[in-house]
């Protein structure tokens, strides 16, 4: 499965980004799909993730309570809602997919075997 990201942007802290993570390919309904970013000189990161029908979803303590994520497999897309953004979560976002039919939400990136262009996201102060 091929994956887009976009949505990505310039926005003051506080304010609000939704990121599209767009399928191509394959039905994007058959993955678990995760969102994880990557700032200047650091590693990349989990953010989130989601099972196959949307019913599940996992967070990182890092943006637990702030951001929402969710999937219209109807258009075979996977969303990230940002919201009470801060500068610290200036980066590239990435979304990504496990292996066709795997159940589990995990966080390791390299348990995540296709992924999509990043998507840069700014928070000014």
């Known amino acids: 499965v091929q994956l887009q990201a976009s949505g990505g942007g310039l926005v003051q802290a506080g304010g609000s980004l939704r990121l599209s993570c767009a399928g191509a390919?394959?039905?994007?309904?058959?993955?678990?799909t995760g969102w994880f970013r990557q700032a200047p000189g650091k590693g990349r990161e989990f953010v989130a993730a989601i099972s196959l029908n949307g019913g599940t979803t996992r967070y990182s303590d890092a943006v637990k309570g702030r951001f929402t994520v969710s999937r219209d497999n109807a258009k075979n897309e996977v969303y990230l809602q940002m919201n009470s953004l801060k500068p610290e979560d200036t980066a590239e976002y990435y979304c990504?997919?496990?292996?066709?039919?795997?159940?589990?939400?995990?966080?390791?990136?390299?348990?995540?075997?296709?992924w999509g262009q990043g998507t840069q996201v700014t928070v000014s102060s």
């Open positions: 390919g394959r039905t994007l309904s058959s993955y678990v």
């Open positions: 990504a997919a496990r292996g066709q039919g795997i159940t589990v939400l995990t966080t390791p990136p390299h348990l995540y075997r296709y």
